[in-house]
């Protein structure tokens, strides 16, 4: 087969654009685009195999395979090796294609007479859309050449399926405007009902192919100069002064002087590609390969290269982010995954928060517990599907998104909502009633916190105090390392505006999945069991410090809580408060006023530290249950992982035989003990936890109303000696008892 030259493969990418501009149903554009190809390349097949759901290919269209193959067909993803480009991401290319291990044969194709096998990847951007084959009579392998040549080719297929090309005339009309649902996972429970609001608006590309080469080049310089521009200026303010946050940054700056990713991207232009379309396949080549890496370092590096890439296209397309749409008065925000700088921009006016990424437990999910505005997670592929103002529902407490919903499913969600407001009114009425249980017990109900956007929920929650202020937010929303000044201001108000209510700050809690952005990541095999919290401040001794001496500036004259995270050995705990201490004392040797109280806490985390001796306890003044982090550790359930988690209940009787054992060792030697995390949040678990003991408990504001209304009409003695009866008589997990008595109760 002869060598293609440049032109040619312009001519058949003009082809193909004319193709796509020709009227006619999605089925012909298919068969004359396999038609131009085959003839291009001097093939005697060409075929394209779509995805028809995220696991099936299915030939669609060929030039020498039998006919009556087309939309019969079909391979699942791995399968063979057009499943095995399709998984991989990966041209396959070879002499003799019955050899290759995977080779499955399709004798409806009567592609056996056809030895030599190419094929390359039809994906955009991080999607994949199919492959691309062609064959050939003659045992040979595809030169290099070629091989890039069809892989430009499979780049303008992907922009053409994008825009619609091959659903035929009544398909494409309805691209974008049918219901569809999305599964994901609960990052902050809630309902919203709303219009979609895309934090960074696709960017479409509808000029793929391109006349003048020289022309794009100059437009591709053109920008790259631009972004080169924006990417100094945006280092220059970040102010980093040194560190590994510098170093980032300018790591990322050096990427857009690269020679290797300029020069790829002209050499694409040059076989016919628009400045665009040349980007957009360099980033597709970027995204296929942080899929498919393991190595960290390698992932974060590929990252910026495609967040490059996507502000490049920005520049070229003028599709930025003012796109001149005004925001919905009701947004639901709908992105890959946002920053929690980037989130706390948008602020209270979000409905709800929709991400194909992130994490229960990530800096957005914090964020978004802080607004009180439900957020759904993984919710895969919204962002292909999603446009502006697209009616949307966000189910928080099942993780589902309704996306241009039908309306017998906006009318039964619509009354969800109503039935959640309604609720919401009746438990304002007990804003200012103790959480006094039927049998005379008071459970102290807090609140967790993390921004001042919090605060006013202390009064209107009925919360009585604040049980866990996380620190670390005020480092996660900056490009650098805040000040001790800046801290002290933040403490300060805090306080104020906590009016005299106790506000417990936990120390800087980092590692694990809350990353700063000016700190380098730590590879680790496991980050949730590694070098975060305490075992951070204890290392990096000068930020604690700081921390500490800004904390007891801010109480001056005033009760101050402080309590140290994930404190897995007592040394640890010994270590951090003789750290206080010191700074007390150095606080007043320089002439500031002290607090008029210091109490020094821990965060149990880990089972290691339920064990620990009497004397550890007797140390503390107090101790705070942390039950998201001890849930995971107990039982080796990673709580980022959606096949491990659930499968462990907080109602198991192994794990309230420890939150027992916690209580009674506090009880006997006088430790306050309170319970913090998501369980504490939730009525019948808090009604257990209660029962069992613990009579405080901390949760985010939004849940203290539906817990103290379950708690003041419970008789938590009753409830005692059901747990007690049914652990006596060998149940594992006591939730359906539990449920049944507080609903008959």
Known sequence: MPERTDSESRKLLKRLRDTLAAPGDGQARLDSITHHIADSMGTQVCSIYLFRDPETLELCATEGLRRQAVHQTRLRLGEGLVGRVARTGRAINTANAPAEPGFRYMPETGEEVFPSFLGVPIQRVGEKLGVLVVQSRDARQYSEDEIYGLEVVAMVLAEMAELGAFLGSDAQKSAHRLPVAFRGVTGQEGAAEGQVWLHEPRVVITNPVADDPEKERARLVEAVAMLRQTVDQMVNAADLAGGDGEGVLEAYRMFTRSRSWLRRMEEDIDLGLSAEAAVEKEQSHARAKLESTADPYLRDRLHDLDDLSNRLLRILTGQGQDTGIVMPANPILVARNIGPAELLEYGRGLRGVVLEEGSVGSHAAIVARSLAIPLVIHAARITDEALNGDPILVDGDTGVVHLRPEDTVAAAFRDKIAMHAEAQKRYAGLRDLPATATCGTTVSLLMNAGLMAD?????????????LFRTELQFLIRTRVP?????????????????GKPVIFRTLDIGSDKVLPYMKRIDEPNPAMGWRAIRVGLEKRGVLQMQLQALIRAAEGRDLHVMFPFIADCDEYHESRAMLLAQLEREAALGHAPPTSVRIGAMLETP????????????????????????????????????????YDTLSVPFLNLVEMIVRRCAALGVPLSFCGEDAGRPVEAAVMAALGLTTLSMRPASIGPVKALLRRTDLRALRALIDDKRESGATNLRPAVTRFLAEG
Request: charged share 35%.
């Open 483 to 499: 000040r001790r000044s800046e801290l002290a201001a933040l403490y300060r108000r805090v306080m104020d505006n906590a009016r």
């Open 608 to 647: 290691s530290l339920a064990f620990a001796p009497d004397a550890f306890f007797r140390e503390c003044d107090f101790i705070s249950i942390g039950g998201n982090d001890l849930k995971q550790f107990f039982f080796a359930a990673d709580r980022e992982n959606e096949r491990v988690r659930k499968r």
């Open 455 to 467: 605060l006013p929920s202390l009064e209107g929650s009925g919360a009585e105090g604040v049980g």
